[in-house]
């Protein structure tokens, strides 16, 4: 039995690190979407999510007291010369797909983003997964480009479809 339940959306605290956290391993050890092959351990869970609450940017769909969803955002590159530009994540659980959570996630991702005045929203795609490109091309995002075999997992080459959004 599927139960439905009301989905809100909010701002992650540190009390939803498990929660995140299983999603994230579970796309780690099943999907391309994370290119590492490492589940994430709980300290090193800690401590991105810490990283992405100092910024306020990690936000969680909660379902039936459970952690749904996520999205963060943070820099695309470690330089100040990209200090205005950001690189948004948004997961889904496996059996909440299809409920329109992605969507709702991204909503708030861009308008967190836009709020802290960021310029543009990056996107980095594993280029066959075509749901998160639709969702992101459904938000306005455009090609930017795909890179040919840059990363591998599973043993293959994966591609990569850059996707931007302008903020500002």
Known sequence: MNLIYETTIRAADAGDMEGIRAIRNRAIEQTTA????????????????AAHLARGSAFVAEAGGEVAGFATYGPWR???????????SVYVREDRHGLGIGSALMTTVIAAAREAGHHVMVAG????????IRLHERFGFEHAGTIREVGTKFGRWLD?????????
Do not use: C, F, K
């Open 125 to 132: 795609i594993e280029a066959g997964n075509t749901s998160s």
């Open 34 to 49: 994370l290119w590492t092959e490492t589940p994430q351990s709980p300290a090193e869970a800690t401590a991105w999510l």
């Open 160 to 168: 990569l479809t850059i996707m931007r959004l302008p903020l500002a």
């Open 78 to 88: 470690p330089l100040d010369g990209y200090r205005h530009t950001v690189e948004n």
